[in-house]
């Protein structure tokens, strides 16, 4: 990756973050980035200050992002679908406790 490309604010490492590139210094990714702007609407004024990051870096992350915004929509699909499958597979706790309450409140 050409870091200088990005104001050497983007940076990936494997072993970090699972080598996703991120804000050089924090495990904040470019695609938390997108997400907090694309799909939760935060401007890159929240989103600094929400993640004590600055505006450069922000700016940085979503030059990055619409740079690869296809490989990176992809990894956004993949990880909703892994976390969707996860969801599946993992019963709920909290659900279970709720529904024994209810059956022995009917008692």
């Not at 915004?69 to 599946?88: C, G, L, M, T």
């Amino acid at each position: 990756m050409d870091n200088n490309r990005y104001g050497g604010h983007i940076e990936a490492t494997p072993g970090i973050c699972g080598g996703r590139p991120r804000v050089e210094g924090h495990r904040i990714t470019v695609q938390d980035i997108a997400v907090w702007s694309d799909l939760m609407g935060m401007s890159p004024d929240e989103i600094a200050s929400e993640y004590s990051l600055s505006l450069g870096q922000v700016h940085a992350a979503l030059a990055y992002y619409f740079d690869h915004v296809q490989e990176i929509q992809e990894r956004i699909r993949k990880d909703d679908a892994f976390a969707e499958e996860v969801r599946r597979r993992t019963p709920s706790l909290l659900k279970q406790r709720l529904r024994k309450q209810k059956s022995g409140a009917k008692r």
